[in-house]
């Protein structure tokens, strides 16, 4: 692999692991705790993340329970996730929340799948731009005669063959995630 496309390794796989981020917030009809990833809890006078305040647990497949490690702030939880609007409607038991997951309908997992769809759209769009960046590398070094022009189409035949790799694996990951979600 040519050093161009080496250097944008890293930007690469990062593009690839914000899209895995971005579609686990989508449920699939099972109950998991990435689900609660990201949502700020205002605790103690400040902003906190929920799995920083609590432990998260899934204790049957269509069920999460949040156990608050101190049950005064058991109220701002609950607030954090209805606010979140992710579609589900907390319970508070006292000492901790307990969220059911809806039984999704054939309408929500269409729904679900056309904005995976979206964001799978947002992944390749961040790949095609890496792609872009260093296929204008390539092209200044061979302007500035730094490499040769045979050395260029290699090059871009290599970063082309990277870029469809990756779209490849984003396409897979967007395949594994619909099946969860159409699954019954």
């Known amino acids: ?3 161009y496309v080496q250097n944008k390794k890293v930007d690469f796989d990062k593009a690839i692991e914000f899209f895995k981020k971005d579609i686990s917030v989508l449920r699939t009809g099972r109950a998991n705790p990435s689900l609660l ?3 700020q809890v205002d605790a103690y006078g400040t902003k906190t993340l929920l ?4 432990s998260v647990t899934v204790p049957e497949p269509r069920s999460i329970v949040i156990a608050p490690w101190d ?3 058991l109220k701002a939880i609950e607030k954090s996730i209805i606010e979140a609007n992710l579609g589900f409607n907390p319970v508070n038991e006292g000492d901790k929340i307990r969220i059911s997951m809806p039984i ?4 929500n997992r269409k729904e679900l799948v056309k ?4 964001k799978m759209e ?3 769009i961040s790949i095609r731009k890496l792609r872009d960046e260093v296929k204008v590398l390539i092209e200044i070094a061979e302007k500035n005669k ?3 022009e045979d050395d260029k189409f290699r090059f871009i035949k290599e970063l082309d063959e990277e870029s469809a790799n990756r779209n490849n694996e984003i396409k897979e990951i967007k395949d594994k995630k619909e099946k969860e979600i159409m699954t019954i």
Do not use: P, V, Y
Request: aromatic share 0%; charged share 35%.
């Open 1 to 3: 692999m040519n050093k």
């Open 37 to 39: 990833d990201g949502i």
């Open 51 to 54: 799995n920083g305040l609590a």
């Open 71 to 73: 049950k005064s702030i």
């Open 104 to 107: 999704m309908t054939e309408e």
């Open 115 to 118: 904005n995976l769809n979206e």
């Open 122 to 124: 947002k992944g390749r």
């Open 146 to 148: 730094e490499i040769s």
